[in-house]
């Protein structure tokens, strides 16, 4: 069935220094491929997103890469802030209409 | 606009027990969702409609029913609650597939 990995699970960063997530897909026909970020006891909250007709999409200290032949995408976040500690989650829009949601990282950035 | 409102806020039920928890949206969006959080898990899809009248199952729908008789609102049926049930439920909504969701605050559900 459709399926999202994502990886690390944990990670930890020096404030300023640069942090990245992975994650693949099973479904080979997914199109959409948002990330949210869910900071302890709060909602997911969409950061960035990126369409199949994209490589690459910025926002300031935040992209995210999307390899289809790989069926693989990327968040990448720059310069981090403490504030960006939180939960980070990955998801993919299947062929069903179905947003299907990583296991999520959980970023701790040291000050 | 107060967006995806969820109620209640927190809930404890006992085995076998029922509840509906509530979710509406003042967005007009045609999607909704349910998700369920298990503690320091990911979300996983319970059930999604795509237009009022029109649901359908995601990846862990046993034992929850759903119904979207309005754009608005987005019921969640618990039929004889187990443990196992015991979870944060999230709501979302979206204007269409494959655009922004926007979840909701959360039930946190205790079955005991």
């Known amino acids: 069935g459709e399926n999202v990995e994502q990886h690390p699970s944990t990670l930890s960063v020096q404030e300023g220094d640069s942090a990245v997530i992975k994650c693949t897909y099973s479904d080979s026909a997914s199109n959409y491929f948002p990330w949210y970020k869910q900071e302890l006891g709060k909602r997911p909250q969409l950061i960035i997103d990126?369409?199949?007709?994209?490589g690459e999409k910025k926002d300031q200290r935040i992209a995210v890469t999307l390899n289809k032949t790989a069926k693989h995408f990327s968040l990448h976040i720059t310069e981090t802030q403490p504030e960006d500690s939180a939960v980070y989650f990955c998801?993919?829009?299947?062929?069903?209409?179905?947003?299907?949601f990583g296991p999520g990282t959980s970023l701790s950035v040291i000050p | 606009n107060a967006g995806v409102t969820q109620t209640p806020k927190f809930r404890i039920l006992k085995i076998g027990q029922s509840m509906t928890l509530q979710c509406t949206q003042d967005m007009n969006h045609n999607y909704m969702y349910w998700y369920r959080q298990d503690p320091g898990m990911g979300l996983k899809l319970i059930y999604y409609?795509?237009?009022?009248?029109?649901?359908d199952k995601g990846e862990v729908p046993n034992g929850y029913n759903v119904s979207r008789s309005t754009t608005e609102d987005f019921p969640l049926r618990l039929e004889l609650a187990a443990p196992s049930q015991t979870s944060v439920y999230f709501c979302?909504?979206?204007?269409?597939?494959?655009?922004?969701?926007?979840f909701g605050p959360g039930t946190r559900l205790t079955v005991l």
């Open positions: 990126i369409r199949s007709n994209v």
């Open positions: 409609s795509v237009g009022a009248g029109i649901t």
């Open positions: 979302a909504s979206s204007y269409a597939s494959g655009t922004i969701q926007f």
């Open positions: 998801a993919a829009r299947t062929s069903y209409d179905k947003v299907i």
